[in-house]
Structure formats: C-alpha cells, structure tokens
C-alpha cells in the first residue's frame, strides 16, 4: 500500500453498517460509506475481521482463516431476481431492531434463506453466475476451500458440535471417511462453496470500488485460530495437539495489572517447528490471501511472534503459564521475499519487550497507540509528545475499549486520571471528549489516525463493539444512515485539513 505519509480513516465494521437486512451486508450501504469516507477526506477504512464467524459470534473465533462470513451476502441480486420473494424477504425481516443484532435470530434465519436460495437456483447456476469464474474459484482455492466446504457440512451433520466430537474416524480424517461423508454430504459441501464465490464476488467488488474513490481497506487477522476450526482440523500437525487432536497447551496472556489471573484464550498453539519445517507455507498463504483481500492488514496480539504464554490445557486460569520463544524473524523475513512490501499494522499493545520491538522495527511496521491507555503521568508512551517514531497508528481507541464519551464517564470518577486528562485537554467535557480526543490523535506526528466511527458520533457506552472476557452483549452495534450526515462529512474533512491528513496522491 504505497500513499503518503499522514493518513486518516475510521474503523466500523461491516456488520456495523446499517440497512434492511439483519447485519451490515456487503451492499448499498457498505458502498455509500465508501462515499462518505471519500466525502470527509479520509484514506484509510479499518475493519474487524471478516471471517465465518463461530463461538460467541466473535470475529476473532472464526471457522476457518480464509473463509469470509456467509452473513455479510447482500440478497438485494436475488430479490430482484425474484428468487427470493417480497413476502419472504419481509417476514425474514419483520420486527428488525436496526440499531443492533440479535445474532440468535440472524444465524437461523439467514443460513434458511441461503439455503432456500441455493436450492431454486442450483440447477440452472449459469442464469444467475459466471459458473467459469465460479470453476475457476473452486479451482484456485480448493486448498482452503474443500475442508472449510466439508468441515461446515460435518458440522451441521453433527448438530454444532466441535469436531473433537465427531465419529473418529472422520474426527482423524481417515481417506475412507473423508470419501464417505464427501458423498453423503455433497450437496451441503456444493452449498458452502457456492455462497464463499459469491462472498468473494461482492467482497473484491466493493473493494475495487474502495480503491477507485481512494480508499483503502485495513483488514484485521487474528494471530490464532480457533480450535473449533476447519484449519485445525484439516491441519492438525501444524499445531500443538496429541495423538487423537486434542489440545495440549493453549494460549492466552499471563496476569497483568488488569487481571490477576491473566486471560486463557483457549485457542490452540502452533507447532513452529513444522512450520519451519514446511517454509512457513501455511503463513505465506494466509498472509497473501489477507493481502489480495486488503489493502494492508493488523495483526493482533502481534507480540505472539517473539514468544507467546503457553498454558497447560489442564489450567483452568492462565497464572502457570510460560513464555515459549517463536520465530518471529524468520517468518517475516520470509513474508517479506515472497509479498515484496506488505503492509502491516503490529498490534503491540500490553506489556511489550525490547524484543517484540525489535521485531516489529526490523520489518517497518507500524506499531499502535491508544489514547485512552495514555493518561497515567506524563512518562506514559501513548502520550503524543513521547512518540519516538512517525511510523504508528493512533487511536482514540479500538473495538476492544469503551467509546470515548464513555471512557470520559468511568474517568471522571477517578479524580488523579481526571486531572491529568484536563492538564492535557482544557475545558474538556462529557459533550466534547470525543472530539478533543479526536483532535489530540490528529494533531500527532503518528503517520495514520484512525477513530472508530462511534467517536465522531459522540455516542456514549451503549455503542460499544466488544468487553474483553465478557461472553454476551458483544459485536451487536449498528448505525444508522441519518447518522452519517453532510455536515458530519465536512466537520471530519476540515479537522482532516487542518492536521495535513487528506491523501491527495
């Protein structure tokens, strides 16, 4: 991603934009805040990830690592067609709540109508897509593709459950299971492949659309899979299980001042020494495909690289946890032969070592800094004025935190981290704190600001994306189109002016 430097964009999810359909889907609208980023100035659309969602509806949990989520599929094609009609389309929609998801609802409702969908047209797919791109596709990523389509159709075989749970024969994979559920499910496997071609169709259209206005599109991969995963199970050496698939050591971060018994992710481990074994080949597919999808990406938990908090399975906190080195260096190193100069956002926020520095400045990554972590004393690395590089990211803060009028309401209550807030930001108040915030993460010398599109709004707790370690609540917010208005545009496009963030190349 070449563009220069001072950069400004807004992170929004797509299942945060809003529209008929009961989550933000990869139609209208999501093309129309490709307009209103352009409108206001702004280079830069940061994203969470857009995988098939699994376990607590959390971007980060994902079914596979290459497959996108069925749910963003605008229908709007099909409704015109007539394939779907009116009245299905109105009762799939009928008592919608536009300001939020009720992922219940939506995961049942949504995956019937793709279905009923699949089901009308799968006999005649050359009146309704290009079936040669749709061969060539299949074709092309039948690396992914293939377990993700038969992992999917098990699942559903198997009532949801995890795949540690399944029959064993089919569980470990064995060929003559594999060709006996590869019949007996076929027509769901057809069905799962059918609507990743159409994901991908309608994603790299609104992509090109993206780039065309001169946007560009940040996207988001986490550092683990789950275990849950077509990518554990189609690929069990590559990660830290015994003999029969189940895990041995998990990951997680070990206690810190935000939690004396540290957080157990559950997710499993990687073998590096098999991928170093195999050239990181698993790596440089990953990473490639994120980069043909995007136009940069953020790595989380980016200090993984160094070394990551390995976990006996047996723990139950992740207290007797210890640091395992990993390799980093060499993986990058690879990444970089093989994808020239990738752009890559390192999410190394947290306890970080002169080593995961290290890594993160030997590649040229831009690092990240949070406003709302940065009012300790004026020693605290996240304030502007202790910046030691132009080359980071920062935010009011990420989908992780509060919404800015939020913070701004648990810290008035702290009568020190007040005090050292207005020191920094006269006359701040509940009505303004999210523009003075705004305006103090773009008047740094950080190369790229990105505000989370709840800040310019203004919007108080009620809007907040995710609270870490909390199961329930998360990943349910949605705007709404009034919202996005010109006035808006313009006050974003001035502020944008102003701190010389307006990409004009």
């Not at 060539?136 to 540690?164: P, Q, R, S, T, V």
């Not at 949605?478 to 006035?487: A, F, G, I, Y």
Request: proline share 4%; hydrophobic share 40%; net charge neutral.
């Amino acid at each position: 991603m070449k563009t220069k430097k001072r950069l400004a964009g807004i992170l929004l999810h797509i299942s945060s934009l809003y529209g008929e359909d009961l989550i933000g889907v990869l139609g209208k609208a999501a093309f129309e805040f490709v307009d209103f980023l352009e409108e206001s100035g702004q280079t830069l659309w940061q994203l969470n990830p857009i995988g098939h969602t699994g376990f607590g509806d959390s971007p980060y949990q994902c079914f596979s690592a290459f497959a996108g989520n069925p749910l963003f599929i605008d229908l709007e094609k099909y409704l015109k067609l007539g394939i779907l009609t009116k009245k299905e389309w109105q009762d799939y929609i009928a008592n919608n709540d536009y300001s939020k998801i009720d992922y219940g609802r939506l995961v049942f409702s949504k995956t019937k109508l793709l279905k009923l969908i699949y089901d009308r047209i799968k006999k005649s797919l050359d009146k309704y897509i290009d079936t040669k791109e749709y061969n060539k596709f299949c074709d092309e990523y039948k690396w992914w593709l293939n377990d993700y389509a038969i992992f999917m159709a098990l699942k559903n075989y198997y009532n949801g459950a995890a795949w540690n749970k399944w029959a064993a024969d089919i569980k470990l994979r064995e060929q003559s299971a594999l060709e006996k559920y590869g019949i007996k499910l076929s027509e769901e496997i057809l069905f799962y492949k059918f609507w990743q071609f159409e994901f991908y169709q309608q994603w790299l259209k609104l992509k090109k659309y993206a780039n065309e206005k001169n946007v560009k599109i940040i996207g988001d991969i986490p550092i683990f899979v789950a275990y849950d995963s077509a990518d554990v199970w189609a690929n069990k050496k590559m990660f830290m299980l015994d003999e029969n698939g189940e895990m041995t050591f998990v990951a997680g971060v070990p206690p810190d001042y935000f939690s004396e018994t540290g957080q157990y992710w559950g997710n499993p481990l990687y073998d590096w020494n098999y991928h170093q074994a195999i050239g990181f080949d698993w790596w440089l597919k990953r990473i490639g495909l994120s980069l043909y999808l995007f136009d940069g990406i953020r790595i989380d938990h980016f200090r993984g690289f160094e070394a990551f908090w390995t976990i006996p399975v047996a723990e139950n906190t992740a207290v007797n946890g210890y640091w395992t080195k990993a390799p980093g260096f060499e993986l990058f190193r690879k990444i970089k032969e093989n994808l020239r100069e990738p752009f890559i956002i390192a999410e190394d926020l947290g306890v970080i070592t002169p080593e995961v520095e290290m890594l993160r400045d030997t590649y040229n990554f831009p690092g990240m800094k949070i406003l709302q972590f940065s009012f300790s004393d004026e020693t605290n690395p996240y304030l502007p004025h202790n910046y030691n590089t132009t080359n980071c990211v920062v935010f009011t803060g990420t989908h992780d935190n509060e919404t800015t009028i939020g913070w701004f309401d648990s810290i008035s209550k702290d009568e020190k981290i007040f005090e050292i807030v207005r020191q920094y930001l006269p006359n701040i108040n509940n009505k303004n704190a999210h523009l003075k915030l705004i305006e103090y993460a773009f008047s740094s010398v950080a190369d790229y600001a990105i505000i989370p599109l709840q800040d310019w709004l203004g919007l108080d707790n009620s809007a907040r994306m995710n609270t870490p370690s909390t199961p329930q609540g998360n990943w349910q917010w949605r705007c709404q189109k009034k919202q996005l208005t010109k006035p808006l545009a313009k006050n974003i496009l001035k502020l944008t002016k102003i701190y010389n963030r307006v990409n004009k190349t």
